[in-house]
């Protein structure tokens, strides 16, 4: 079985691709716009004609699309979350139209839930976001193609390489920089009194590699979480507990841009059983076990100078980009994220 991986350097991408290899029979080709990687393929800006022609040559039966971008400038999102799936599902539909189409959505296409009730994949789609709002353009393609196609709406991810847009990757990063640090340190960080749904990154590859290769046709949309909804405080409580600092966490008022859009957002649960029920699949990674891990590969590469730890896989929109500053580190964001 042939498996195309688009966005194949990014966070969620490397973990697909890493899982994907391990199932027998599969061979997995990688695409994506980073460099070396060929074929090279940059779904905001590659011409439908040329996508299908590529499509075509790599006759896949099966393409997971994990590319896409969690910040930047109105046009980029567009490009990238809505314009992206639209070209591939349509390139798809010409060049091989018996493959299945596997496409990670996002939680940030709800918007606004009830606190303490959980989200199903029938829960109205009404995002406060811009992020939110091209994601769900891009689930619209594809739900709205004549593909065999599933979207798995993907919660919060974190694991190892977290990507450095999210608070996870940054706070770890600013953790292995103040480690070991003087007793009185202090981190500060936005709003962490929302609640979100945090599911391990490998859980999520688990989830896609199921959808790639399942033999029966697939529900359109599928929530991948890990059915528990928790204070995003918790995440720097585990992180300080792992990497032994003895420091404090402020909390500051947030003042970055989209901060009060993700703001808005103060409760978020998936319910999961869609998504057992159709792949068999169930979370296998605790919370605990995701941040301990996550923590585990900041270690610095042999050799370096231990100031700047390893982030997400470069290359792909889906990674996140930059770094926050000294002893700042962003609130949450929009819930994938």
């Known amino acids: 079985m042939r498996i195309l991986v688009l966005g194949s350097t990014g966070f969620l991408g490397g973990h697909t691709v890493e899982q994907l290899r391990a199932l027998p029979g599969v ?3 990688l695409g994506g716009r980073a460099p070396g990687v060929e074929p090279r393929i940059d779904l905001a800006t590659t ?8 499509l075509r040559d790599l006759d896949p039966d099966a393409v997971v699309n994990c590319a896409g971008a969690v910040g930047g400038a ?3 999102l567009a490009e990238v979350n809505a314009r992206g799936p639209a070209v591939l599902a349509e390139a798809l539909w010409l060049a091989a139209p018996e493959a299945r189409l596997v496409h990670l959505g996002s939680a940030a296409e709800y918007g606004v839930t009830e606190a303490g009730r959980g989200v199903a994949e029938t829960t109205p ?3 406060v976001s811009l992020y939110g709002a091209t994601k769900l353009a891009g689930t619209l ?3 709205c193609s004549s593909l065999d196609a599933v979207v798995l709406r993907v919660f919060n991810p974190v694991g ?15 953790l292995r920089r103040t480690v070991p640090g003087e007793p009185g340190a202090t981190i500060a960080v936005g709003d962490l009194s929302a609640h979100r749904d945090f599911v391990d990154a490998r859980d999520v590859a688990l989830a896609a590699a199921l959808a790639a290769t399942a033999p029966r046709q697939l529900p359109r949309v599928l929530n991948i979480g890990s059915g528990t909804a928790r204070p995003v405080r918790e995440v720097a409580e585990q992180l300080m507990r792992v990497s032994g600092f003895r420091g404090s966490i402020g909390e500051t008022l ?18 999961i059983a869609a998504a057992g029920e159709a792949l068999d699949w169930r979370p296998r990674y605790t919370f605990a076990e995701s941040l301990a891990d996550l923590w585990a590969a900041t270690v610095p590469a042999a050799g370096s100078s231990g100031a700047a730890p390893r982030a997400a896989a470069p290359g792909s929109a889906a990674s996140g980009t930059g770094t926050p500053p000294a002893a700042a580190v962003a ?5 994938e994220r």
């Open 331 to 335: 609130p949450p964001g929009d819930p």
């Open 125 to 127: 789609a009404r995002p």
């Open 27 to 29: 061979r997995v080709l």
């Open 160 to 174: 190892p390489g977290a990507a450095p847009a999210s608070l996870p990757g940054r706070l770890a990063a600013e």
């Open 74 to 76: 109105a046009p980029r």
């Open 47 to 54: 011409p439908l004609t040329e996508l299908t022609a590529t």
């Open 141 to 143: 393609a594809v739900t």
């Open 254 to 271: 947030d003042t970055t841009p989209g901060a009060e859009r993700s703001g808005a957002v103060s409760w978020q649960r998936a319910e």
